[in-house]
C-alpha cells in the first residue's frame, strides 16, 4: 500500500518546491510563523538544519510528484522526544489521504531512532480539527500552552506500536 510512495531525505534539488508548499496560505495559517519566506531565507533555514546532526526532514514523492514535507526536530535528550510536523502541496486533488501517508511514514522513521521514545506536536488553537486527527492516530492532549496559544500532545513509541497496524489496515484511500 505505502511501497510506491518515496519518502526521502530534504536536499538542496528539492528545497524550491518544498518552498512553495510551506508558502501557501492554508500552511501559513497553521503555522507559527505565518510569513512568506523568501528563497534566500530558506536556503539560510535549510543549511542551518542540516548542521544539526538530528536532521530529520522527509520528503513525499508519488508518480514523480512532490506532495509535502514530514519532519523531526528539537531533539530533547532529557524527554527523548522531539517535535513533529508536516504538511502537503494542497492543489493535489485525490482519492489518496496523503496527509495520513506522511504521517505514518513519519512516524516510522522518527520510532526507528532509538533515543526516541515520544513524539510531540503543537497546533494552533482555532485547528481543533487537526488536533482531533492526532487524538484519533494516539496523541494525548498533555497541555494547552497560553503564551503561545496552542495546543501540546505527544504520541508514544508504545503507543504507536499499539495501533499503527490498525491505521495500517484502514488503508490511505478516501471513504
Known sequence: M?????FKILNKNNLKKILLLRNQKEVREASFNTKIIQEKEHLEWFNNKTKNPFFNHYVLTHNKKTIGLG??????????????GFYL????????KYGSVIKYLLFEK??????????????????EWIRDWHIRWGHEQINFDDKLNCYDLV????MWNNIKYKIYEKGFKKN
Request: charged share 35%; with cysteine; glycine share 4%.
Open 155 to 158: 504520541l508514544s513509541k508504545e
Open 89 to 96: 502541496d494542497l492543489s493535489i486533488k485525490s482519492e489518496i
Open 71 to 84: 519532519y523531526g526536530e528539537k531533539f530533547s535528550e532529557e524527554n527523548k522526544s522531539c517535535l513533529w
Open 110 to 127: 522518527l520510532f526507528e531512532n532509538k533515543n526516541i521514545i515520544q513524539i510531540e506536536c503543537r497546533v494552533k488553537k482555532g485547528f
Open 2 to 6: 505505502i511501497k510506491d510512495y518515496f
